[in-house]
């Protein structure tokens, strides 16, 4: 039997694993997801965050990135291809699946887009998002913190995070100074990593961006409304669970979490986003249990709003094979 037929049990057996670790250990309390219901804030919170930043503004920076690649899609087909990623951002493994999904949809819909186009759009719309959650997270941290550096517990993980911090400022220098040049010269040096789409992806964005630098400023500051009030919105999460987490421990530990979440073994984040939190909310000097038990409040939200954007899915799904079945007929 190969490996990739017997990779989905593995992952099943791995992840039923870490959540009978995560309950036996007290860790996470499933119990805790009745705190929607018995708190009306948290549930208007949650669905304020859902509508207004991940369905209206994520559509609407996705859109802005779209147009500066000349791909013409009105602004509602953009949140329905939009809303049909965030589904199976949450029905696939990872967090990023559905990216494949709305960007060939975009692909499919559009005669003048090119397959290549309709992926850079979704990397440059994923790559912002990133930037945007690195660059609001760990400047909150050095504004909040009176002396960051100075707490030896948590430096390694400090400096983790201040070089995917410092990475991120670095790919902005780079699409406005020439990346492409610099990738170039290092591909002509090396020979495989002509070979890395990632690489090649990062190129073509350089050269769009560098021409268009209001695009990628107008994304990035998109990315961080979004991302911000999607922090605000589980360090709220936090303080239902212990009055001593702080918004600069959240703002410290949330991107790497989400970071982590991403990890493709089940849908959502979840089991891995469990634990990541878990471990580095502990690393931080918070108590166990609250890391896990936030993440799994948070995570469960939104696979239920997310999972909304499984019904322009299956009206696109019926539209698709309608104009099948007449021009078969036809």
Not at 117 to 146: E, K, P, Y
Not at 225 to 233: D, K, L, S, W
């Amino acid at each position: 039997m190969s490996l990739k037929k017997i990779m989905p049990l593995i992952k099943i057996t791995l992840l039923g694993a870490i959540f009978y670790w995560l309950v036996s250990s007290g860790k996470l309390k499933l119990s805790d997801l009745s705190k929607y219901g018995s708190d009306p804030r948290l549930l208007i919170y949650l669905l304020l965050t859902w509508i207004i930043s991940f369905v209206f503004l994520g559509a609407l920076r996705w859109k802005i990135i779209c147009n500066s690649l000349k791909i013409s899609k009105n602004y509602l087909s953009m949140i329905n291809l939009h809303m049909i990623g965030t589904f199976f951002n949450v029905a696939m493994p990872g967090a990023v699946g559905g990216d494949f999904i709305k960007a060939f949809y975009l692909f499919k819909e559009d005669e003048n887009t090119t397959k290549t186009t309709a992926f850079l759009s979704v990397f440059l719309d994923r790559l912002s998002g990133l930037l945007g959650l690195f660059i609001f997270g760990f400047s909150c941290f050095l504004i909040l913190t009176s002396d960051p550096f100075s707490n030896r517990e948590i430096l390694p993980l400090i400096l983790f995070v201040s070089v995917f911090f410092i990475g991120s400022v670095s790919v902005v220098g780079l699409f406005f100074f020439g990346g492409e040049k610099i990738i170039d010269y290092f591909q002509q040096k090396i020979n495989f990593l002509k070979k890395l789409e990632l690489l090649n992806q990062l190129k073509k964005a350089s050269n769009i961006l560098r021409q268009k630098p209001m695009t990628f400023l107008i994304a990035l500051g998109l990315s961080i409304i979004i991302q911000g009030t999607n922090m605000a919105f589980f360090y709220y999460i936090c303080t239902k669970f212990s009055s001593e987490v702080t918004f600069a421990q959240v703002a410290l530990v949330f991107p790497l979490g989400v970071l982590i979440s991403a990890i493709p073994l089940a849908p959502g984040g979840l089991g891995v986003g469990h634990v990541a939190f878990e471990k580095l909310f502990v690393m931080v000097g918070l108590s166990s249990g609250i890391g896990a038990s936030a993440f799994n409040l948070h995570v469960v939200g939104f696979i239920t709003c997310f999972c909304v954007g499984g019904i322009p899915y299956l009206l696109k799904r019926k539209q698709i094979k309608t104009d099948m079945s007449q021009s078969n007929t036809g």
